[in-house]
């Protein structure tokens, strides 16, 4: 079993900045990390995901504002989330992706508000 702990959100006004963490308790050395994100009423969409090469992808609307890193040395995994808007609005969820048989873990989830 591996546990995921995520941290760092909070209310910030538009135009501000966030870094949100994720801490596991287990090795993601050779595992592909995500971060996702889910609005009341909405499903949970990908935001940022790294792979274990660390190749980074992003969804289209926070391309060019969020950067994904990892530190494998410390299995935690990082969102830096700048020029944040209202509709950045959400809990977010940091994910282990499966692997070989290993199921995928997720967090708890850390809400994030954007607002003035």
């Known amino acids: 079993q591996v546990q995921l702990v995520e941290s760092g959100g909070g209310l910030v006004q538009p135009g501000g900045s966030l870094r949100l963490s994720c801490a596991a308790s287990g090795s993601i050395r050779a595992y592909t990390m995500g971060w996702y994100r889910q609005a009341p009423g909405t499903q949970r969409d990908l935001v940022a995901a790294?792979?274990?090469?660390?190749?980074?992808n992003y969804a289209d609307s926070v391309k060019g504002r969020f950067t994904i890193s990892r530190d494998n040395a410390k299995n935690t995994v990082y969102l830096q989330m700048n020029d944040l808007k209202p509709e950045d609005t959400a809990v977010y969820y940091c994910k282990r992706s499966r692997l070989f048989g290993s199921p995928e873990y997720w967090g708890q989830g850390t809400q994030v508000t954007v607002s003035s």
């Open positions: 790294i792979t274990s090469g660390g190749t980074t």
